[in-house]
């Protein structure tokens, strides 16, 4: 006896927009049809407003994760509209991934071709990398947006104590109930008889409240009279002057600040600098420690970055200039980039097996237009009884509504297959426009996106000996040019899958 197959259903939405527009409705019909399809009982569904696949805190998700843990609930199927929906991390994705198959329940995608088998594996993965990628594009023009808007001097963020925002979009101006406060707060402390905690004292029985209307902390004075906001400085990526009402001078706010010209210039450490895009990714072979990077000065003052591994009596020791290393990566990136024949060996082998899906589907589509073709021939029978006088107009109205109502039901369960197959042709397009030009791609890409196309091409560490790059675990998009130059074969498709290309 074939064993029953549950599931729930997970629908998201980023933004309160789409909340109040149709795109969660559409979500959750979507994969209500995919499951009837597919035989899925249903057992929960889950619904998160609002809240974006970036964030940890997912309270429907993790409900969701929890159900699926508890093995006598039996879920066969965790189902999602698409991958985006389910994380846009691929660290979080494997995470994720690993803990509902340790429960007994596999991934699947409305959207996305995605099964057990090799390529459905690797194109879950190579998809969710993607929407890894993608995120990292999207956040990054959102920082471009909100940079152009810091150059012409607006500021981006919840208004600071001290000023609001009049209405949506505009800039901070003055609070006319709270400004004079904050100014009198640098007028006493510049005069240098009190502390953070004082001045918060000092204001609070004057009558300051904070926007949650409690008394202001130590914390928060500290935090106000550190800030040049107040100037109309806006200290945010590189600084840039507000085009909005400052509520102090500039002379009054450094008074204030007795060390500000000496920090104001200190650059803060970063475990992610955008200077070391190589960095972690790449590690010693004698030792296994990961390279990192640093910046000296020579006697002139003159800035050096340099790549290096700190791990003492290590032979191979040794520091390698910034530009001289990325060089190196590149060219090795170039080494590595898969040719055009590989690129449409690739493809052949993924559109086959969609279309192998398509084929499943073509079958159920023809049975369901010969269902429907029977309710046809039966609802034109209740007329002919009604006619006849067989049913009185109640029962005609009764019979019809069934009928009709089932009709609906079977038109809905019919898959129109042209948004897929054009949807997986340009993911694959979109791949391979940052594969075949690999080296140039990471040349003029962001620091973010560095990152995630190095996620995209190494499943792991690469090794350096200190002259040249080891064999690395590669994904599976560049080890078609590998392997394929010592056997043809070498990308085999799973079973019942043959390439398309001849020979």
Request: hydrophobic residues 30%; positive net charge.
């Amino acid at each position: 006896m074939e064993t029953e197959k549950t599931g729930i259903i997970y629908c998201r939405v980023s933004s309160k927009d789409q909340v109040e527009g149709t795109s969660l409705g559409s979500q959750e019909r979507f994969c209500k049809e995919y499951a009837e399809r597919n035989g899925i009982r249903i057992l929960k569904i889950y619904i998160e407003l609002g809240e974006s696949a970036k964030t940890a805190n997912r309270t429907e998700f993790n409900k969701a994760l929890a159900f699926c843990s508890d093995k006598k609930n039996n879920v066969t199927f965790f189902v999602v509209y698409k991958l985006d929906r389910f994380a846009r991390n691929q660290e979080d994705h494997v995470m994720v991934r690993a803990l509902l198959k340790k429960a007994g329940t596999d991934l699947r995608s409305v959207t996305e071709t995605i099964d057990e088998s090799p390529v459905g594996k690797a194109m879950e993965g190579m998809i969710s990398v993607f929407a890894e990628l993608d995120n990292n594009m999207r956040t990054e023009r959102t920082k471009q947006g909100m940079l152009e808007r810091l150059k012409q001097g607006f500021w981006n963020w919840q208004a600071p104590l001290g000023y609001y925002r009049p209405y949506k979009g505009s800039n901070i101006v003055p609070d006319p109930q709270k400004s004079g406060f904050i100014r009198l707060g640098f007028e006493e402390y510049s005069k240098g008889t009190y502390t953070y905690e004082k001045i918060a004292l000092f204001l609070s029985d004057r009558g300051l409240r904070t926007k949650q209307n409690k008394n202001p902390s130590t914390a928060l004075m500290q935090k106000i009279l550190t800030n040049p906001i107040y100037y109309g400085y806006i200290d945010v990526w590189g600084g840039h002057k507000g085009a909005f009402e400052p509520i102090i001078s500039e002379n009054l706010f450094r008074k204030c600040q007795p060390d500000y010209m000496k920090s104001a210039h200190a650059a803060p450490r970063s475990a992610n600098n955008p200077l070391f895009p190589l960095r972690k990714l790449v590690i010693c072979d004698e030792c296994g420690a990961s390279l990192t990077g640093s910046t000296s000065r020579n006697r002139h003052g003159s800035k050096y970055p340099y790549y290096h591994h700190q791990h003492a009596g290590c032979k191979k020791t040794r520091s390698i200039p910034k530009e001289s290393f990325e060089q190196q990566f590149v060219e090795y990136l170039d080494s590595i980039s898969p040719g055009i024949k590989y690129e449409k060996l690739f493809k052949a082998i993924v559109l086959d097996e969609w279309q192998n899906g398509y084929k499943k589907i073509d079958n159920e589509n023809a049975q369901i237009r010969r269902d429907i073709t029977s309710l046809e021939a039966e609802r034109q029978k209740v007329f002919d009884f009604h006619r006849a006088g067989k049913y009185t107009d109640d029962d005609l109205f009764e019979q019809k509504k069934l009928i009709e109502d089932r009709i609906s039901q079977k038109h809905a369960l019919i898959q129109d297959k042209r948004y897929e197959e054009f949807e997986m042709n340009e993911v694959l397009e979109y791949c391979f426009s940052y594969v075949r030009t690999s080296a140039k791609s990471w040349i003029e890409a962001d620091y973010a996106t560095k990152l995630s196309f190095q996620k995209l091409i190494f499943a792991d560490s690469i090794k350096y000996d200190g002259e040249k790059f080891g064999t690395p675990d590669l994904r599976l998009l560049y080890t078609i040019n590998q392997h394929s130059r010592a056997d043809k074969s070498s990308l085999v498709a799973p079973r019942g899958i043959g390439p398309l290309l001849p020979g």
